[in-house]
């Protein structure tokens, strides 16, 4: 995926700002703190790559990452979920996001992040609530496997299975991941490739 140039082009604070839709793109949503910048990162095989999304004022923004030699975006999505923000800024990330979802015809698939210790939590809920109402296609990403137990682990994915039954647009593929042992990495790796 990172043969090549592989790297952030910038970052979108409103719709306008969008680079052209002329290739698949992919994105990856989650709370903040879920391990968004770490997986990204490993799945890329590098160090920093996402860095340049969580500097400060970057963190608001569609983030625009140029895959695969110009084959694919990779946009990583503001992180939600933060207490420190405002109602009010909360409410602006959801419009943008919302419409952003809605909008994007060469968007394939999103990857909602979930931290494998506490499952789905309510402002996943209502991430899924947006992307079902968008018909936009998403997988659930199990993040820092590493931290659980293999029974442990089972448990949740069971449990995020059966809350997926009821959602339209979910992809019923769940991946359990570790950006820091690089389990799962392959799996998801072949899966976004498939999506070029
Ligand atoms: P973001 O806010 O979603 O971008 O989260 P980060 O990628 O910055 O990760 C948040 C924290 O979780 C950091 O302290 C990471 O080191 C840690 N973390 C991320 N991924 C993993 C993982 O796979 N395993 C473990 N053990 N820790 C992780």
Request: aromatic fraction near 6%; charged fraction near 25%; hydrophobic fraction near 40%.
């Amino acid at each position: 995926l990172c043969s090549g140039p592989c790297e952030f082009v910038l970052g979108a604070a409103a719709l306008t700002q969008l680079p052209e839709a002329d290739r698949p793109e992919i994105a990856f949503a989650g709370r903040s703190n879920v391990g968004k910048s770490s997986l990204i990162n490993a799945l890329l095989w590098r160090k920093n790559l996402a860095r340049a999304s969580s500097e400060p004022g970057r963190t608001r923004e569609l983030n625009y990452f140029n895959l695969g030699e110009g084959r694919l975006w990779l946009v990583d999505l503001p992180g939600f979920g933060y207490a420190k923000v405002s109602r009010t800024q909360a409410q602006e990330w959801q419009r943008l996001t919302l419409r952003y979802l809605r909008g994007r015809v060469n968007l394939r698939r999103v990857f909602l992040l979930v931290d494998s210790r506490r499952g789905l939590m309510d402002t996943d809920h209502e991430v899924m609530d947006m992307l079902d109402s968008a018909a936009v296609t998403y997988q659930i990403v199990l993040t820092k496997a590493d931290k659980i137990k293999k029974t442990e682990a089972d448990v949740v994915r069971a449990k995020v299975a059966e809350a997926l039954k009821k959602r339209p647009a979910a992809h019923p593929v769940i991946r359990l991941t570790s950006a820091e042992k690089g389990g799962g990495l392959p799996e998801l790796r072949a899966e976004i490739y498939q999506l070029t």
